[in-house]
Nanobody, 130 residues
Framework: QIQLAESGGGSVQAGGSLRLSCVAS????????????MSWFRQVPGKQREFVAA????????RYKESVKGRFTVSRDDAKTTVTLQMDNLKPEDTATYYC???????????????????WGHGTQVTVSS
């Protein structure tokens, strides 16, 4: 029904930058504009997936994990149904697999958890070396 495809992962030294992109596509007549929230999560082996940042359809304040504020910027192009995560001043602790997620519901605090999302990408690896 809906597919999310991430790109842009890679390896970088601490202090460097990476830009992740996620494109939503469909196979049916599903209206992609009902993907009210498009977010980024990350996960390291052995740990739970954690919320990183979220962008809202039609604008609205983005949301961030506290530890990435001031370093990461999430943006969304509703016309292209893409969400981008610009990551600057990367730290080794940012190393993880990053996942794109989309929800059919408007933002609420529950969107900081995995269960609020209906669609997921397959993930892209980000490795930051010290």
């Amino acid at each position: 029904q809906i597919q999310l495809a991430e790109s842009g992962g890679g390896s970088v030294q601490a202090g460097g930058s990476l830009r992740l992109s996620c494109v939503a596509s469909r196979r049916t007549s599903f209206n992609l504009r009902t993907l009210y929230v498009m977010s980024w999560f990350r996960q390291v082996p052995g740990k739970q997936r954690e919320f990183v940042a979220a962008a809202m359809w039609g604008g609205g304040n983005p949301r961030y994990k506290e530890s990435v504020k001031g370093r990461f910027t999430v943006s969304r192009d509703d016309a292209k149904t893409t969400v981008t995560l610009q990551m600057d001043n990367l730290k080794p602790e940012d190393t993880a697999t990053y996942y794109c997620a989309a929800s059919r519901n408007p933002w609420s605090s529950t969107h900081r958890g995995e269960s609020a999302y209906h669609y997921w990408g397959h993930g892209t690896q980000v490795t930051v070396s010290s």
